[in-house]
């Protein structure tokens, strides 16, 4: 298999939507591998605050795992906030983050979120 091409990964993520703002492929250890902010936004957050929030990101995939056998396995977390929506999907090997302004309707995000995961099925 072919090695993954993140750059164009996230590039097509942050092109699924108008409203999408980031969009980040992080490994199991939440190093960022590929990300790519939307043209014309600006980030909500430092660099280093991007860097520590994908830690953050990798160590709650752990935590979660603790209760696959129980409840299942996580398909996708959704973070509402007041400045921005999250989303984070798991792959087998890495992990997808990516945000979006919050006014989005839950369809919209529901339609982005089987889409992208279409899209990074194999990664």
């Given at each position: ?39 014309g936004?600006?980030?909500?957050e430092s ?17 979660r795992?603790?209760?696959d ?14 400045k921005?929506s ?15 302004e ?22």
């Open positions: 298999m072919a090695k993954p091409d993140f750059l164009e990964i996230v590039q097509k993520i942050i092109g699924l939507d108008s409203q999408m703002r980031f969009a980040a492929v992080i490994d199991h250890k939440g190093k960022i591998k590929e990300a790519i902010m939307k043209a936004k600006t980030s909500l660099q280093k605050e991007e860097e520590h929030f994908c830690k953050q990101v990798a160590q709650r995939r752990l935590m795992k603790e209760f056998r129980s409840l299942g396995k996580v398909r996708y977390v959704h973070v509402e906030r007041e921005v999250q989303m984070v999907i798991y792959t087998r090997r890495n992990i997808v983050y990516f945000a979006m919050p006014e989005m309707p839950i369809s919209t995000k529901i339609r982005l979120i089987t889409r992208i995961k279409k899209i990074t099925a194999e990664i």
